[in-house]
């Protein structure tokens, strides 16, 4: 049906405070990923699920982010103690075979962070 | 060896010319080279890819050419409109691979 959502769209907040952005994958597609654009910027990797695992978090800047998937559906990844450079649009991605990135990913739309 | 380096940052074209977006890599272990589209506020869509085993792929107005010894990938966008204008990312991955290597991103403008 519907395409990758995520909420919120945008997202101001405080620095040192947590932060929670969902994403809904397209419903059937076992792998999801997270990616991280700062301003005129390309994508930059954080985590890629297989199902409710997580075989690559390589892509995680820092321990102050996580992320967790559940029911081999939505997705949250949680930046806790924001810091400025945080700021960025985070993408959410999800396709129907995970092992091999050559299959499709279809984005959603991104949620803005910005960090005060 | 995990970039991929995308050139020009910006490109301005008139309205039926060619747009041509470069790339090149290091890691000759990829095997997999789309190009994504993004439109202002919309998340990147896929628009057409390739892999190393074809020197050429097109798709409408949409062309990739591959030089697999010089390591370099471009696109080719024929009879350019205003609706083309958006940020083209090109990308590689490896087999059995989790994650697409993104170039840093090219803006395109068609003037009318």
């Known amino acids: 049906g519907a395409g990758v959502s995520q909420s919120p769209s945008n997202k101001v907040t405080e620095k040192g405070k947590d932060v929670e952005l969902r994403c809904d994958p397209i419903?059937?597609?076992?792998?999801l990923y997270w990616y991280r654009q700062r301003l005129g910027q390309g994508l930059e990797f954080l985590i890629y699920?297989?199902?409710?695992?997580?075989?690559?978090k390589s892509g995680l800047p820092s321990d102050r982010f996580s992320a967790e998937r559940t029911g081999e559906s939505v997705s949250t990844l949680t930046i806790q103690r924001t810091q400025q450079e945080d700021s960025a649009v985070y993408l959410c991605?999800?396709?129907?075979?995970?092992?091999?990135?050559?299959?499709?990913?279809?984005f959603g739309p991104g949620t803005r962070l910005t960090v005060t | 060896q995990q970039q991929v380096k995308q050139s020009p940052q910006s490109l301005i074209v008139q309205k039926g010319g060619i747009s041509i977006i470069n790339c090149a890599y290091e890691?000759?272990?990829?095997?997999?080279f789309p190009w994504y589209q993004q439109f202002p506020g919309k998340g990147p869509a896929l628009l057409i890819a390739?892999?190393?085993?074809?020197s050429e792929k097109k798709e409408g107005r949409f062309t990739i050419s591959f030089n697999k010894s010089a390591k370099q990938f471009s696109l080719h966008i024929m009879d350019s409109q205003p609706g083309d204008s958006a940020t083209y990312f090109c990308?590689?991955?490896?087999?059995?691979?989790?994650?697409?290597?993104f170039g840093s991103g090219t803006r395109l403008s068609i003037r009318p």
């Open positions: 991605a999800s396709s129907l075979v995970g092992t091999g990135a050559s299959y499709e990913q279809y």
């Open positions: 419903s059937g597609h076992t792998a």
């Open positions: 699920f297989q199902g409710n695992s997580a075989p690559d």
């Open positions: 890691n000759t272990a990829f095997d997999y």
């Open positions: 390739i892999r190393p085993d074809v």
């Open positions: 990308a590689a991955s490896r087999p059995s691979a989790s994650k697409i290597i």
